[in-house]
């Protein structure tokens, strides 16, 4: 396709929010910010619906083992039990 509406439909989020970007209070909020929005969009990518990927990580997360932390992480997720 010689067309990059893919890319644009992307970044729609982030040109949508650029104002809501100003109140993250400082640099470490804005570092979060792009966290989330990096986790959200990794989860798009991997066709996994995002809403349902953070209820179930910060579920387990309080009770997740250390060494068990990349199961978590977008690219490995499997919705599973609690350990």
Do not use: M
């Not at 995002?50 to 690219?75: G, I, M, Q, S």
């Amino acid at each position: 396709s010689i067309d990059n509406n893919p890319v644009e439909r992307a970044l729609r989020g982030v040109a949508i929010g650029r104002k809501n970007f100003l109140f993250v209070g400082n640099d470490a909020g804005g570092e979060r910010a792009a966290s989330f929005y990096s986790i959200i969009e990794t989860r798009k990518l991997n066709g996994i619906e995002p809403f349902a990927y953070l209820c179930d990580v910060l579920e387990k997360l309080p009770t997740w083992p250390n060494k068990r932390l990349h199961e978590l992480l977008p690219w490995n997720w499997k919705k599973t039990a609690l350990p």
